[in-house]
């Protein structure tokens, strides 16, 4: 039969773990786990794929990508970022060039993963399902509360099924209550926990928080539950069910913002709030970002960050500036009188800025013991960050579909004697169909080829 395509080492090597997420916020808990050592089974529809194979917009999900001409190229991405094409000429085909079923979200959701396909709606592919979670230590969903007990796959059930098991299901508002069955992703826990009206500048809209945040910090988040959730098993020998809602993880990101309510009834909007850059908890001055000189490719100013938390360090700030005598003048003597004249201040701060070079700026700040750092945008910290450089947080990894080699975000964490795998790379579609229903289900070649041909894998 086949040897488990990828060797794994780590303190979770002992760890299987069935793999039902998709879109971003599922994905990335059973990721993590992987850099690790545990062996995760990513399982996508027969005869379809996980839509960030293809598709970087969330409303669109169907069997088929949808598709853009572009250069004799099918452009599967409407996001220029997510730049993923498929070859679908006529000399692609006759080259026997593989069709591109990984695209380069996809390597980061599901890096280090292996991947099969199953017909959930198939009675012989539960069937499977339930054969593979006897043989694992947990199982992830990011589904709304109704899909796996349509499925006939209940916490009971799966608990019977094999009773050390740890079932995660992460969703945006948990699976008990009236929200259970409510749709949701990143923008929606940011919305709903308060998150977003936290953000941006008093009197303007809320500015929102990047790209899908809570999708991210919400699977790190769901990580942490997961191996906690493994722990107790491993401990007592009894699986348990981690009900994961990502709206009530992003409230605990604002629990000064809810205290503020509860002693002093301040709400979070309000004619100088919210602070944007400047510090309320505590009051600090100066704490922002100020212009530089030059611009970015694109024409975007650069900027940069400065804040002083102490008296030394708004006397340094004075000294860099060659404007020494700023700390003795009565409207910023004090970090009080800094807050209270902080418009007066940032304008002072940002000539002084404006005629200097964003990096040069940082070196001196940082060299008189101020903190200052470089606002930086994703070709910064790829192509130029040395410290990122240095400390390898993007290592090469190849993939067959991608074509060739590929800097790829790794794992951040480092520890000392057992060092994370960030070499890894995403399955391509299907391809250990094989290794799973041959050698840890005992199939034959002959099984699988039938299985295949009606379309249960």
């Not at 599922?26 to 993590?32: E, F, I, Q, T």
């Not at 409303?59 to 070859?87: C, W």
């Not at 604002?254 to 944007?276: E, H, I, K, S």
């Not at 800094?338 to 060299?367: F, K, N, P």
Request: net charge neutral; aromatic share 10%.
């Amino acid at each position: 039969m086949n040897a488990n395509p990828i060797q794994r080492s780590g303190v979770l090597s002992d760890i299987r773990v069935l793999d039902f997420t998709w879109k971003t916020v599922g994905p990335w808990a059973p990721r993590l786990l992987t850099h690790y050592g545990a062996e995760v089974i990513h399982v996508e529809r027969a005869a379809g794929w996980d839509d960030h194979r293809f598709n970087a917009t969330p409303h669109i999900v169907t069997d088929e990508p949808k598709a853009a001409e572009l250069l004799g190229m099918k452009k599967v991405y409407s996001d220029p970022q997510f730049n993923t094409h498929r070859d679908e000429s006529a000399a692609a085909q006759a080259s026997g060039r593989p069709k591109l079923y990984a695209a380069p979200y996809f390597n980061t959701l599901h890096n280090g993963k292996l991947a099969v396909s199953i017909n959930t709606k198939s009675p012989e592919g539960l069937k499977i399902i339930e054969r593979l979670i006897g043989m694992c230590d947990a199982l992830v969903e990011n589904f709304s509360a109704e899909v796996l007990p349509s499925w006939g796959l209940t916490w009971e059930s799966i608990h019977a099924l094999n009773p050390r098991l740890v079932y995660m299901s992460t969703s945006g508002f948990g699976h008990t209550g009236d929200w259970k069955g409510y749709r949701s992703f990143g923008p929606t826990a940011a919305a709903q926990s308060g998150l977003s009206l936290a953000s941006g500048l008093p009197g303007k809209p809320p500015a929102g928080w990047g790209f899908s945040y809570l999708d991210v910090m919400g699977g790190w988040m769901g990580g942490l539950a997961l191996v906690q959730g493994l722990l107790q098993a491993k401990k007592t020998g009894k699986g348990c069910y981690i009900d994961y809602s990502v709206t009530e993880g992003a409230m605990m990101m604002l629990g000064t913002y809810m205290l503020d309510y509860q002693v002093n009834g301040r709400r979070t909007r309000r004619p100088d709030f919210p602070p944007g850059n400047r510090s309320v908890f505590p009051a600090l001055a100066p704490h922002n970002t100020y212009r530089c000189a030059g611009r970015d490719r694109n024409g975007q100013y650069w900027w940069v960050f400065i804040a002083c938390e102490t008296q030394t360090q708004f006397e340094a700030l004075c000294a860099v500036m060659g404007q020494p005598a700023l700390a003795f003048d009565p409207k910023f003597a004090t970090n009080e009188a800094r807050v209270a004249h902080q418009d007066e201040l940032d304008a002072i701060i940002g000539r002084w800025t404006h005629a200097r070079r964003r990096y040069d700026i940082m070196r001196q700040c940082q060299a008189a013991g101020i903190v200052a750092a470089v606002v930086q945008s994703a070709e910064d910290r790829v192509e130029y960050d040395p410290q990122l450089q240095h400390r390898e947080v993007f290592p090469i990894i190849e993939n067959p579909e991608v074509g060739g080699e590929f800097p790829y975000e790794g794992y951040p964490v480092r520890m000392s004697r057992t060092p994370a795998n960030n070499h890894n790379r995403a399955p391509t579609l299907a391809e250990h169909n094989r290794y799973v229903f041959g050698d840890l289900l005992g199939m034959s070649d002959a099984e699988i080829h039938s299985l295949r041909e009606r379309g249960v894998i």
